[in-house]
């Protein structure tokens, strides 16, 4: 059961990854953890106990997730010339939620082949998709205005009264400032774009800000990782109620979701410390150079 927007939309290949959303979506998260059980296709986690439980956690955490997604386009300093859907996908995952309520034989034997947590990872891979778009918009792109509003100023302006003479001054003066700036387009792009120490300074600074956050994920996942072992060994016994059986799994699928974090939280500082390393002899040599030198690129 596939929205248009799933379709429109295709999902990443293999799990879905929600790193470039930080902790900014836990309801998303949350959602995802219980997707990655079901896509194990395990005998056990397809029994009717446990996913008439799942499903009940996915629908209870479908509201929050609707309110996560208003509050990011909220922030959007304006309206999206194409309007990004995302309620017909959180609907599918919706229905996908009731069908887990009410399981049947052949929706069980579908979970246990892993077919049943790949279409789930379909319809989450194409909500991510369209969050990360939105994402994209307000965290760097502007609104951008219509042909219509182009014309509109342009007739505002021609009903502005002025003589003849005026335009010809106007039009004489604006000619040769744009002669000008063309003139000096070259050295003014150059002086620009030159390097110097500040900017390549915060680009390190900035870097370093964010390896430290780094640092911190991979120490706060690390010690929620062992917390987590510890209970599972403090319930290691022979004979397990199935209730304490699920909660051991959950932990489990929880523990993967903190190593993941924490591979990317390394392979960030990994990018930003190559980052510090070019910026640094950069730097060396904006210092070894003249001025000249470093405006004309020699």
């Known amino acids: 059961m596939k929205s248009k927007a799933a379709e429109e939309v295709p999902p990443e290949s293999g799990e879905v990854n929600l790193g470039f959303l930080g902790k900014e979506f836990p309801a998303l998260h949350e959602i995802r953890d219980r997707v990655l059980m079901l896509s194990l296709g395990n005998a056990f986690l397809c029994e009717e106990a446990f996913l008439k439980k799942s499903g009940s956690a996915v629908e209870g955490l479908l509201e929050n997730l609707r309110q996560e997604i208003h509050a990011l386009k909220m922030r959007f300093p304006g ?45 989450l891979g194409a909500l991510t998709v369209a969050v990360r778009k939105i994402k994209k918009k307000v965290g760097g792109e502007t609104p951008s205005y219509t042909a219509k509003d182009a014309v509109v100023g342009v007739l505002g302006k021609a009903k502005t009264p002025a003589s003849l003479a005026t335009r010809l001054v106007s039009l004489a003066v604006k000619t040769v400032f744009v002669l000008l700036l063309l003139s000096l387009g070259p050295l003014i792009y150059l002086g620009v774009t030159m390097d110097r120490e500040g900017p390549l300074l915060k680009e390190i600074g900035k870097s370093e800000a964010h390896i430290q956050t780094q640092k911190a994920i991979i120490s706060s996942s690390e010690k929620e990782r062992e917390t987590l072992l510890g209970k599972i060994r403090s319930m290691q016994a022979d004979d397990l109620p199935r209730e304490t059986k699920l909660e051991i799994m959950e932990m489990n699928v ?44 020699r």
Do not use: W, Y
């Open 79 to 123: 309206k999206f010339t194409t309007e990004i859907d995302t309620d017909s996908i959180i609907e599918d995952l919706h229905a996908h939620a009731q069908r887990l309520q009410n399981p049947n034989k052949g929706l069980t034997d579908k979970c246990t082949i892993g077919a049943l947590g790949r279409e789930l990872e379909d319809t």
């Open 254 to 297: 929880k523990i993967h979701s903190l190593d993941q974090a924490r591979h990317r939280a390394e392979a960030e500082i990994a990018d930003h410390e190559g980052r510090i390393k070019d910026r640094k002899q950069r730097i060396q040599e904006v210092r070894e150079k003249s001025f000249m030198d470093r405006f004309f690129r």
